[in-house]
């Protein structure tokens, strides 16, 4: 996909399409065309904005360019002198006053708008996986060749530390401390682990590098074992990827036949090796003490912390656990050095992220894209649009252990500290894109059900916390909650977050407090109008206790 | 197969494989490439695939090389096939099924025609 240069948004709320705005939308997108425009520009409807007696608007990003009261005869000479001239048509602009919804222009942004950038994804979709040549053509294994042969394992990591990347798994931890953590620790034993179990629903990235890329995870987790000074390494696959497994087994095969993998690595006298060990499918699974217990064979509970995993981890060995899209980046890094990296993405997070995107939009599917993008920019440029001209509602980020999110914040930059200060996270990469249909007390039940069900049991906080706010939400989903309801779902939800022992309880609680701090309206009207206003809920007035 | 002892091994093996990639670009040989991840396969990539090595088959065709390769990430378009006549762009097509597939063979590695409606636009 080329660089897009410019979003165009129409406005779609009533007002605007009595207006016109769907003739307005199509003379534009006709004019695009005739000027071949059509990659560089992408253009779509948003319903959430509009301004009285001035609509339909054109909403030009990243220039903060809105036109009022368009029609379709002003949009050739609006095409021809804005968007291919770059001059702004002056006597059709309007104020940003006085809008009705939230719109927010990123001043940082002025001038250019995200590209797709592809570090993690570079290989993938391009090269065969099941040849090892493929990959060392598109400068495989130079990272590590540089590495063994020219960096002291402290340099390694430092070079990672500099460069900021951060944990791609939900929790944004910094990799190059954790590798300074561990490589600090004097035992005899140290492993590195690769977490590829992806259990989060909705999320695929981590299934697209396997299958799509191998060894660049297994140069990663060579180089991280380089880095801390460990011998053995376990790619922990969900067992459910039987293809994932197979390329990920013959290409470690492959850099064994090279001398790539095994006990004389470049040559260098430096030895490590990889096993598979394939999950059997629990969610639990996916948070790393828990995975560490399941490679040791026990049941896939999470361990109390401290110590954590880079002083006490496999057999009470230091170890390292990272996510497979953060090992993806590693080459990358040590081959462009950390300010390459630093370039990219925002202060605060570098780098980019891959989201699969998913829901009520005309695109679904996969993108590696600068940290910093806003959601608007995703569902416009990325997603094409929602689907059938719905409005934008809500998003979930990160499988299920992410947070709701409201079309409020639609224009908050997407990097672990925006949307921490927001109050809200980024999860593990999945974007659920809802449209008006969607209800938030039937999605939160949703959730809450499958937290319920993935529960290990092993905490009171968790095992009983996420049935009790199940039952709460079935009950006002059912037309017979009361106002106390929504005392103990905030209740529940702070306690979920402070008790709970693992980050499966800690997150169950979020999707509740999303719901009470961006949509407490919809859930009132469950109760005291017993009205579901998306018309999802069956609200059928019986709720009985329901027993699985 | 030798093992690399040094970053000058890597570079050899990489330019050995970087020829061959050559000659098979210059030997005038069209590349069709299927998308073979879990996506494309659920969407029904291995029947296109089955379908293009079928034409190839049946029409007696020579110097077509048909690989596979992961997702590329547009998942609304899989099953996708991409097709790189030597010498010029590659061309991806979405949503190929296996009568698509035989087109394409037909029609744009036999014929040299691009079948513009089967075509991802950007």
């Given at each position: 996909?080329k660089?897009?240069?410019s979003?165009?948004?129409?406005?779609s709320d009533?007002?605007?399409?009595?207006?016109?705005?769907?003739?307005?939308?199509?003379?534009?997108q006709k004019?695009?065309?005739?000027?071949?425009l059509?990659?560089e520009i992408?253009?779509?409807m948003?319903?959430?904005?509009?301004?009285k007696?001035?609509?339909p608007?054109v909403?030009?990003?990243?220039?903060?360019?809105i036109?009022?009261s368009?029609?379709?005869e002003?949009?050739?000479?609006i095409v021809?002198?804005?968007?291919y001239?770059g001059?702004?048509v002056e006597e059709?602009?309007?104020?940003?006053?006085?809008?009705?919804?939230?719109?927010a222009?990123l001043?940082a942004?002025?001038?250019?708008?995200p590209a797709e950038n592809r570090?993690?994804?570079?290989?993938?979709?391009?090269i065969?996986p099941e040849i090892?040549d493929d990959?060392i053509?598109n400068?495989?294994?130079e990272?590590l060749?540089?590495v063994?042969?020219e960096m002291?394992?402290?340099e390694?990591?430092?070079?990672?530390?500099?460069s900021g990347?951060?944990?791609?798994?939900g929790?944004?931890?910094?990799?190059?401390?954790k590798?300074?953590?561990?490589?600090?620790?004097?035992?005899?034993?140290k492993?590195v682990?690769?977490?590829?179990?992806?259990?989060?629903?909705?999320?695929?990235?981590?299934?697209?590098?396997l299958e799509?890329?191998?060894?660049a995870i297994i140069?990663?987790?060579?180089?991280?074992?380089y880095a801390?000074?460990a011998?053995?390494?376990f790619?922990?696959?969900?067992g459910?990827?039987?293809?994932a497994?197979?390329?990920?087994?013959?290409a470690?095969?492959?850099?064994?036949?090279?001398?790539?993998?095994g006990?004389?690595?470049?040559g260098t006298g430096f030895?490590?090796n990889?096993?598979?060990?394939?999950?059997?499918g629990?969610?639990?699974c996916?948070?790393?003490?828990a995975?560490?217990?399941?490679i040791?064979g026990?049941?896939g509970?999470?361990?109390?912390r401290p110590?954590?995993?880079?002083t006490?981890?496999l057999?009470?060995?230091p170890?390292?656990?990272?996510?497979?899209?953060?090992?993806?980046?590693?080459?990358?890094?040590?081959r462009?050095?950390?300010?390459?990296?630093?370039s990219i993405?925002?202060?605060?997070?570098p780098?980019t992220?891959v989201?699969?995107?998913?829901?009520?939009?005309n695109v679904?599917g996969l993108i590696?894209?600068?940290?910093?993008?806003?959601?608007?920019?995703?569902?416009?440029?990325?997603?094409?649009?929602m689907?059938?001209g719905?409005t934008?509602?809500v998003a979930q980020t990160?499988?299920?252990s992410?947070s709701?999110?409201?079309?409020?914040l639609?224009?908050t930059?997407?990097?672990?500290?925006?949307?921490?200060?927001?109050g809200?996270?980024l999860?593990s990469?999945?974007?659920?894109?809802?449209n008006?249909d969607?209800?938030?007390v039937d999605?939160?039940?949703?959730?809450?059900?499958f937290f319920r069900?993935e529960s290990c049991?092993k905490?009171?906080p968790c095992?009983?916390?996420n049935?009790?706010?199940?039952?709460?939400?079935s009950?006002?989903?059912?037309?017979?909650g009361?106002?106390?309801?929504l005392?103990?779902l905030q209740?529940l939800?702070?306690?979920?977050?402070e008790?709970s022992?693992?980050g499966?309880?800690?997150?169950?609680?979020?999707?509740?407090?999303d719901i009470l701090?961006?949509f407490q309206?919809e859930?009132?009207?469950?109760?005291?109008?017993k009205?579901c206003p998306?018309?999802v809920?069956?609200m059928s007035g019986n709720?009985e206790h329901?027993i699985? | 197969?030798s093992?690399?002892k040094?970053?000058?091994?890597l570079?050899k093996?990489?330019?050995?494989?970087?020829?061959?990639?050559?000659?098979?670009?210059s030997?005038g040989?069209?590349e069709v490439?299927?998308?073979?991840?879990?996506?494309?396969?659920?969407?029904g990539?291995?029947e296109?695939?089955k379908?293009?090595l079928?034409?190839?088959?049946?029409e007696n065709l020579?110097?077509?090389?048909?690989?596979q390769?992961?997702n590329?990430g547009?998942?609304?378009?899989?099953?996708?096939?991409q097709?790189?006549?030597s010498?010029?762009?590659k061309?991806?097509?979405?949503?190929?099924?296996p009568?698509?597939?035989?087109?394409?063979i037909?029609e744009?590695?036999?014929?040299?025609?691009?079948?513009?409606e089967y075509?991802?636009k950007g």
């Amino acid at each position: 996909m080329k660089a897009i240069r410019s979003m165009i948004l129409v406005s779609s709320d009533p007002e605007s399409m009595d207006h016109g705005a769907l003739e307005v939308f199509s003379t534009l997108q006709k004019q695009i065309l005739a000027h071949g425009l059509e990659e560089e520009i992408s253009l779509s409807m948003i319903s959430d904005v509009s301004k009285k007696s001035q609509n339909p608007l054109v909403l030009v990003y990243p220039d903060a360019v809105i036109y009022g009261s368009v029609t379709p005869e002003d949009i050739p000479h609006i095409v021809e002198e804005h968007l291919y001239k770059g001059r702004v048509v002056e006597e059709k602009q309007i104020s940003p006053y006085d809008l009705s919804g939230r719109i927010a222009w990123l001043t940082a942004r002025k001038g250019t708008l995200p590209a797709e950038n592809r570090i993690v994804l570079k290989n993938v979709g391009l090269i065969d996986p099941e040849i090892i040549d493929d990959y060392i053509i598109n400068e495989g294994y130079e990272a590590l060749g540089k590495v063994l042969k020219e960096m002291t394992p402290k340099e390694t990591y430092t070079v990672i530390k500099e460069s900021g990347l951060q944990g791609r798994g939900g929790a944004g931890f910094p990799t190059g401390l954790k590798w300074q953590f561990v490589a600090g620790e004097k035992r005899d034993k140290k492993y590195v682990i690769c977490n590829a179990d992806e259990s989060e629903p909705g999320t695929f990235k981590d299934r697209l590098v396997l299958e799509g890329d191998p060894h660049a995870i297994i140069e990663a987790m060579t180089i991280a074992a380089y880095a801390v000074g460990a011998d053995e390494g376990f790619v922990y696959i969900r067992g459910e990827y039987g293809l994932a497994i197979t390329r990920m087994q013959k290409a470690i095969e492959q850099a064994q036949e090279y001398g790539l993998l095994g006990d004389n690595i470049f040559g260098t006298g430096f030895a490590f090796n990889i096993h598979i060990h394939a999950g059997a499918g629990a969610y639990i699974c996916g948070e790393e003490t828990a995975l560490i217990e399941s490679i040791e064979g026990n049941r896939g509970e999470p361990r109390a912390r401290p110590p954590y995993p880079t002083t006490a981890g496999l057999w009470q060995k230091p170890t390292v656990v990272n996510n497979v899209e953060t090992l993806a980046n590693i080459p990358a890094i040590i081959r462009n050095g950390p300010e390459w990296y630093k370039s990219i993405g925002t202060p605060s997070s570098p780098g980019t992220k891959v989201y699969t995107i998913l829901g009520n939009v005309n695109v679904t599917g996969l993108i590696e894209v600068p940290m910093g993008i806003t959601l608007r920019e995703v569902i416009s440029i990325y997603a094409k649009g929602m689907k059938d001209g719905g409005t934008f509602k809500v998003a979930q980020t990160g499988g299920s252990s992410g947070s709701i999110i409201p079309a409020s914040l639609q224009d908050t930059p997407m990097d672990f500290d925006s949307y921490n200060k927001a109050g809200v996270s980024l999860g593990s990469g999945a974007l659920l894109i809802g449209n008006q249909d969607v209800c938030v007390v039937d999605l939160a039940k949703v959730l809450l059900n499958f937290f319920r069900f993935e529960s290990c049991g092993k905490c009171n906080p968790c095992r009983i916390g996420n049935k009790r706010a199940f039952d709460v939400l079935s009950r006002i989903a059912e037309g017979v909650g009361n106002l106390q309801d929504l005392v103990d779902l905030q209740m529940l939800s702070n306690q979920l977050f402070e008790l709970s022992n693992c980050g499966l309880g800690q997150t169950a609680g979020s999707p509740l407090k999303d719901i009470l701090a961006h949509f407490q309206a919809e859930v009132e009207a469950h109760i005291k109008l017993k009205v579901c206003p998306a018309g999802v809920c069956p609200m059928s007035g019986n709720w009985e206790h329901q027993i699985d | 197969m030798s093992t690399i002892k040094s970053l000058d091994d890597l570079k050899k093996i990489r330019e050995e494989a970087l020829k061959k990639q050559q000659i098979k670009e210059s030997s005038g040989k069209t590349e069709v490439i299927v998308g073979m991840g879990t996506v494309g396969i659920a969407a029904g990539a291995r029947e296109t695939l089955k379908a293009i090595l079928e034409t190839i088959e049946k029409e007696n065709l020579s110097d077509i090389i048909v690989r596979q390769t992961g997702n590329i990430g547009l998942d609304s378009y899989e099953p996708i096939v991409q097709v790189a006549v030597s010498g010029k762009d590659k061309v991806s097509y979405g949503k190929v099924n296996p009568e698509m597939a035989q087109r394409i063979i037909k029609e744009h590695v036999v014929e040299g025609e691009i079948i513009s409606e089967y075509q991802i636009k950007g």
